[in-house]
């Protein structure tokens, strides 16, 4: 199984463990959404960069600062970065797969509705 088949099982293994969480996959890339919104994307040589990476949203200013910290781990993508979106690199030796976890779990309570998204992490208000 390709490198990026078995990142691409992962990622969706994760991503099961939100509700109403479904991957749709395209072309070069598969989409990980929660009632038609996406809250990741699993990027695989998008637009020829030669890259494999998992795309989130992120808090404002998180996705810079992130980059800004690790550039050879975490990257501004393509169109959405200047919209809050953050790449983790999934092809820069072992993955850290709970850093991927808490990349997609936030991305998700930034994206789902709020009732499943305190359905996950109960809201502290």
Same mark, same amino acid.
């Given at each position: 199984m390709p490198k990026s088949s078995t990142l691409l099982t992962r990622l969706s293994k994760i991503a099961a463990k939100f509700p #109403?969480? &479904?991957? #749709?996959?395209?072309a070069s890339h598969a989409s990980f959404v929660v009632r038609k919104k996406v809250f990741a994307y699993f990027l695989d040589n998008h637009h020829n960069d030669g890259i494999i990476s998992i795309a989130c949203k992120a808090l404002p200013g998180d996705n810079k600062s992130f980059a800004a910290a690790e550039p050879t781990r975490y990257y501004l993508p393509a169109y &959405?970065?200047?919209r809050g979106w953050v790449a983790l690199r999934l092809d820069q030796g072992k993955v850290d797969w709970d850093e991927v976890s808490e990349l997609m779990l936030g991305s998700y309570l930034l994206c789902a509705p709020k009732a499943l998204a305190r359905s996950v992490r109960p809201s502290t208000e």
């Open positions: #109403e969480a &479904i991957r #749709e996959d395209q &959405i970065g200047p």
